[in-house]
């Protein structure tokens, strides 16, 4: 029973840390992909108060838990410290992050390394990017829309009703 896991500490809970600005394709896929992995993913947003926002962090939000809403065990949360803080704070176990690559890989490796020493054991699990989505990031999609190119195709698509 879900609700006793929860309760006896046994739910595993993941996080999905990212700046999402914007979640493209590439990000939706490995979101999926890590759903049969965990009891609960949460798409978490991370933060950073220096920075401005083309979009109020509310709102982008706001626009993936609407496109996340059929999916029950995906949630979304914004944060603004360390990473596993907010991981403990709201009990996740499990970092998850995309790996496009080797440039990816080095960046990303003594994060782990130093959020399973810091976050006393919480693992990040990496998923390796399909490669029809290794050239897809969310740096890249800005500056073709900046520069007037079409991004749509790079973009999660809302469902037909809405
Ligand atoms: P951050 O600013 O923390 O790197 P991003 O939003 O750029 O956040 O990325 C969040 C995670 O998604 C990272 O682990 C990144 O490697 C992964 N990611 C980004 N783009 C892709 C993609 N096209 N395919 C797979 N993983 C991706």
């Given at each position: ?5 929860y309760f ?10 990212g ?27 991370g933060?950073?108060p220096n920075?401005?926002?083309?979009y ?6 706001a626009?993936?838990?609407n496109l996340?809403?059929?999916e029950p065990?995906?949630s979304t949360?914004t944060y ?12 996740a176990?499990?970092?998850i ?14 994060i782990?390394?130093?959020?399973y020493l810091i976050?006393?054991g919480i693992?990040t699990?990496f998923?390796?990017?399909q ?21 749509e ?5 809302t469902t037909?009703?809405?």
């Amino acid at each position: 029973m879900l609700w006793l896991s929860y309760f006896r500490g046994m739910m595993k809970i993941a996080i999905f840390p990212g700046s999402f600005n914007p979640l493209t394709i590439g990000h939706q896929d490995i979101l999926q992909r890590a759903l049969p992995l965990f009891d609960k993913v949460i798409l978490a947003i991370g933060v950073n108060p220096n920075k401005t926002y083309e979009y109020p962090i509310e709102q982008r939000q706001a626009d993936l838990e609407n496109l996340f809403k059929n999916e029950p065990k995906i949630s979304t949360a914004t944060y603004e410290k360390l990473t596993v803080d907010f991981c403990k704070k709201i009990n996740a176990t499990f970092i998850i992050r995309g790996l496009r690559n080797t440039k990816d890989f080095e960046f990303e490796q003594p994060i782990a390394q130093m959020n399973y020493l810091i976050g006393a054991g919480i693992e990040t699990i990496f998923l390796s990017a399909q490669p029809q989505y290794t050239h897809i990031s969310s740096s890249l999609v800005r500056e073709i829309k900046q520069l007037g190119g079409k991004v749509e195709s790079f973009l999660p698509r809302t469902t037909a009703t809405e």
